[in-house]
């Protein structure tokens, strides 16, 4: 299993970002695959998830803001980020959980600074 998350970068606040997750090693129309984030200093948080089936659900704290989406032709998930906060700066990666055993990617750094 591998997953490689790209598109971070430094951005300033208010401004969007989409990073995306290129997943292999597995049948990735099959799973859910989530987005977490973490800051320096504090533990990993939830972001969001979509089901095989296309369901979203997300944290509160970036709903209406963020956006998951996955294209299982390509194998990729993404993270639409808009209206961008300081304090959304941080190391975000994509996950999977298969039968039990989750995976994680390398994680990307955000950045969301003037």
């Known amino acids: 299993v591998q997953l490689v998350e790209s598109g971070g970068g430094l951005v300033q606040p208010g401004g969007s970002l989409r990073l995306s997750c290129a997943a292999s090693?597995?049948?990735?129309?099959?799973?859910?695959m989530n987005w977490h984030r973490q800051a320096p200093g504090k533990e990993r948080e939830f972001i969001a998830t979509?089901?095989?089936?296309?369901?979203?659900r997300y944290a509160d704290s970036v709903k209406d803001r963020f956006a998951i989406s996955r294209e299982n032709a390509k194998n990729t998930v993404a993270l639409q980020m808009n209206s961008l906060k300081p304090e959304d700066t941080a190391v975000y990666s994509c996950?999977?959980?298969?039968?039990?055993?989750?995976?994680w990617g390398q994680g990307t750094q955000v950045t969301v600074s003037s």
């Open positions: 090693g597995f049948t990735f129309s099959r799973y859910a």
């Open positions: 979509i089901s095989s089936l296309g369901n979203t």
């Open positions: 996950s999977v959980d298969l039968t039990g055993r989750h995976y």
